[in-house]
């Protein structure tokens, strides 16, 4: 049988490990993208796999029930809410992305996101890591 404790009952650790809700839950970047015992190189991975959302009806739907788990998530959130929020989750979405492309350049790893760029099927992507090669 298992035993959920409340986050009063687990002490310090229960109260810093809250879920997100609301407009967070949809912000919130995925932990494949800031795992820190991941590597940096397949986190981008992960951070460009995320450009095939787009604001396309159909696509902000498959990125709201990615992103919350839930089956239906406009029985929680409003289309227009979801239409609202995703320019938040693009933008950290695409800071996530500047820091990585900074953390491989540092480390001589460069070669990783210039394939990633050159491979990604998602012309946004591309633009982006292009641009972040430039600048970062």
């Known amino acids: 049988m298992t035993t959920h ?7 310090w650790l229960g109260s810093i490990e809250k879920k997100p809700t609301g ?3 949809l912000t919130a970047l995925p932990e ?6 991941t590597s940096p190189a397949r986190r981008l991975e992960e951070v460009v796999e995320s450009f095939r959302f787009s604001r396309d009806p159909l696509s ?4 709201a029930t990615t ?13 227009h809410e979801l239409e609202q929020t995703f320019p938040f989750y693009c933008h950290r979405r695409d800071a ?3 820091e990585l492309v900074t ?5 001589g790893e460069l070669a ?3 394939r990633l760029a050159s491979e990604t099927r998602y012309p946004s992507a591309r633009k982006t890591l292009l641009e972040a090669i430039r600048t970062c």
Do not use: H, Y
């Not at 992103?67 to 289309?79: I, V």
């Open 32 to 37: 494949a993208m800031t795992d820190p015992f």
């Open 112 to 114: 990783v996101v210039q």
């Open 67 to 79: 992103q919350t788990g839930l089956a239906d998530p406009l029985g929680e959130f409003t289309r």
């Open 96 to 98: 996530c992305l500047r």
């Open 23 to 25: 407009r967070d839950l």
């Open 60 to 63: 902000l739907l498959e990125w």
């Open 5 to 11: 404790l409340s986050s009063t009952s687990q002490g």
């Open 103 to 107: 953390t491989l350049k540092r480390s």
